[in-house]
């Protein structure tokens, strides 16, 4: 079974930055619409930002606009979240997802996922 492999979780600093990677544990899997969500102790697991195949359409949490970036590179098969101006409210364990459904912002609409890796902000 194929499966996603996040990296680059760390701890921050309020105001801080980190790269988080995606990349299919298959090179063989092409990886498709993909998306990140994020999961705080005690909550649901929450939509983040989500790319098209192309990497033409992005779409992005309010709480998120303007500080975080997703990209894609098809040709290493990865897809990379870049976080500036980090937030405590960041906190949490970040998930990547391949997108097999319609609805790029509901859990259900994505098939595969990573394993997560933890984001940290203090403040």
């Known amino acids: 079974q194929v499966q996603l492999v996040e990296s680059g979780g760390g701890l921050v600093q309020a105001g801080g930055s980190l790269s988080l990677s995606c990349a299919a544990s298959d090179p063989t899997f092409r990886v498709g619409d993909m998306g990140w969500f994020r999961q705080a102790p005690g909550k649901e697991r929450e939509f983040v930002v989500a790319?098209?195949?192309?990497?033409?359409?992005?779409y992005y949490a309010d709480s998120v606009k303007g500080r975080f970036t997703i990209s894609r590179d098809n040709a290493k098969n990865t897809v990379t979240l870049q976080m500036n101006s980090l937030k405590p409210e960041d906190t949490g364990v970040y998930y990547c997802?391949?997108?097999?459904?319609?609805?790029?912002?509901?859990?259900?609409?994505?098939?595969?996922w990573g394993q997560g890796t933890q984001v940290t902000v203090s403040s």
């Open positions: 997802g391949a997108r097999l459904g319609t609805d790029y912002y509901r859990v259900s609409s994505y098939g595969y």
């Open positions: 790319i098209s195949w192309t990497g033409d359409n992005t």
